[in-house]
């Protein structure tokens, strides 16, 4: 199960789809080829999405796995 706290490298590795998707919301989850450190909370804090925000993007990435 996916949450907020999930690791990008985990959430890159375990559910590659997810790359699309947090490209898609402007989300970095790739640098130079490589998983960016931090969590999915972290990234998504970074780009200024809400609380609200974040908790869809989980409650979406665990429907598409």
Do not use: H, R
């Amino acid at each position: 199960m996916i949450d907020k706290n999930i690791y990008i490298e985990d959430l890159v590795n375990d559910y590659p789809f997810s790359v699309k998707y947090l490209m898609q919301k402007g989300i970095k989850c790739n640098m130079y080829g490589e998983p960016i450190w931090g969590t999915l909370e972290e990234a998504a804090k970074e780009k200024s999405f809400s609380d609200k925000e974040i908790d869809n993007f989980v409650k979406d990435l665990n429907e598409m796995a």
